[in-house]
């Protein structure tokens, strides 16, 4: 079946340093990919999508390319700040217009 | 502001109480959805409704009943509540097209004793 598959963590980052979260899927067809961000109390929030591959989604310095050849949609930002302190989700629509998450990766970027 | 209204943002229960938690949107959007956020363990969906008039079981719908009660409310029923309902629960909606994401509302907390 369809579904989601997120690198685990916690992720600790000092303020300015790259990241990378990964993400890897398993879908029929070619489904739609999100990224989610959940700040600390609040409920999600999108941050990004691509629609078909090689599309690059981007958004408040965030990246993330549907790669079909790899199943992936990492996300990627060049200079985290502590604002960016999160937890992020990656997401499908797959089968049945049915939306399959990820189970999260929490960042925290320290000054 | 447009979005995905919950009530209460915070509640304790005791175990065997019932409750309802509210959810409205704005949007027009025709997919309302029901989530509970637990540790480790992501987004499970309770229960969703397609469209106005319809309700679905998602992953764990046992212990929970939901009603659409028109395009823009969508309330989730816990007839008797246990421990292990304890959890933060969100409510989300979209349009039905298949390039379309969720927005979700703000979550309600809720501690059952």
């Known amino acids: 079946g369809d579904s989601v598959t997120q690198m685990e963590g916690p992720v600790t980052l000092s303020e300015e340093a790259f990241l990378t979260i990964n993400c890897t899927y398993t879908?029929?067809?070619?489904?739609?990919l999100f990224w989610y961000v959940q700040y600390p109390g609040e409920g999600l929030q999108l941050l990004l999508k691509?629609?078909?591959?090689?599309d690059k989604g981007s958004n408040k310095g965030f990246e993330a390319t549907y790669r079909k050849e790899t199943t992936s949609f990492h996300l990627e930002k060049g200079s985290v700040q502590v604002s960016d302190s999160a937890v992020y989700f990656c997401?499908?629509?797959?089968?049945?217009?049915?939306?399959?998450f990820g189970t999260g990766t929490s960042l925290t970027v320290i000054p | 502001n447009a979005g995905v209204t919950q009530t209460p943002k915070f509640q304790v229960l005791k175990t065997g109480q019932s409750m309802t938690l509210q959810c409205a949107q704005d949007?027009?959007?025709?997919?309302m959805y029901w989530y509970r956020q637990d540790p480790g363990m992501g987004l499970r969906l309770i229960y969703y409704?397609?469209?106005?008039?319809?309700?679905d079981k998602g992953e764990v719908p046992n212990g929970y009943n939901v009603s659409r009660l028109n395009k823009r409310e969508f309330s989730l029923r816990l007839e008797s509540a246990a421990p292990s309902q304890t959890s933060v629960y969100f409510c989300?909606?979209?349009?039905?097209?298949?390039?379309?994401?969720?927005?979700f509302g703000s979550g309600t907390r809720l501690t059952v004793v």
């Open positions: 879908a029929t067809g070619y489904p739609s």
């Open positions: 691509a629609t078909k591959a090689d």
């Open positions: 949007m027009n959007h025709n997919s």
């Open positions: 989300a909606s979209r349009r039905s097209g298949v390039d379309d994401g969720y927005t």
């Open positions: 409704s397609a469209s106005e008039g319809t309700t």
């Open positions: 997401a499908l629509i797959g089968t049945g217009n049915q939306f399959y």
